[in-house]
């Protein structure tokens, strides 16, 4: 929760699953996250949390995306593995999980995260390549 949000909204609500049978019907629910784990957490968006003075309303896109990111790194760093799974915006999957983790009407699922014990370590890697990288202005090619 320590993830930066626009205008320090802070708009996030987390649903902690971990009852077997509750993390079935979650897997039922999603269709291309089937992978068994013994843990779940859904992030969701609080609509009233989210309002602000400038009627601007999908900046919670971005602050549940940081706090979800925040979530993988934590988890990483106590030796667990995650996936991220997109909820937000496929509508089967919002009116799937919103039934069956009874979330109020103001209360979105924005991304679920299945957390487990990882089958093997993957040494740190990066996906960095100069193709995606520009200098000055779009199209001016970046090399280190
Ligand atoms: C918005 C978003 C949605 C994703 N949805 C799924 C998903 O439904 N099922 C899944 O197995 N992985 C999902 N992933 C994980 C990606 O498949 C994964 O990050 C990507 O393949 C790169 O692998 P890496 O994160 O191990 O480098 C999602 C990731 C993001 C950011």
């Not at 030796?79 to 109020?104: M, N």
Request: aromatic share 12%; with cysteine.
């Amino acid at each position: 929760m320590a993830a930066p949000s626009a205008m320090n909204k802070q708009p996030w609500e987390f649903v902690v699953v971990d009852d077997p049978e509750m993390l079935a019907k979650i897997r039922q629910d999603m269709t291309y996250g089937r992978q068994e784990t013994p843990l779940a957490i859904l992030v969701c968006v609080n609509e009233e949390k989210a309002r602000n003075d400038l009627n601007i309303d999908s900046f919670w896109i971005q602050d549940c995306s940081a706090v979800t990111e925040n979530i993988l790194i934590a988890v990483s760093s106590l030796g667990l593995g995650a996936v991220w799974l997109g909820v937000f915006p496929v509508d089967d999957f919002i009116i799937a999980l919103s039934k069956t983790l009874q979330l109020p009407d103001h209360v979105i699922p924005f991304s679920l995260l299945y957390i487990g014990y990882p089958d093997e370590q993957k040494d740190a890697h990066t996906k960095y390549t100069e193709e995606a990288v520009f200098w000055q202005q779009y199209g001016n090619r970046y090399s280190k």
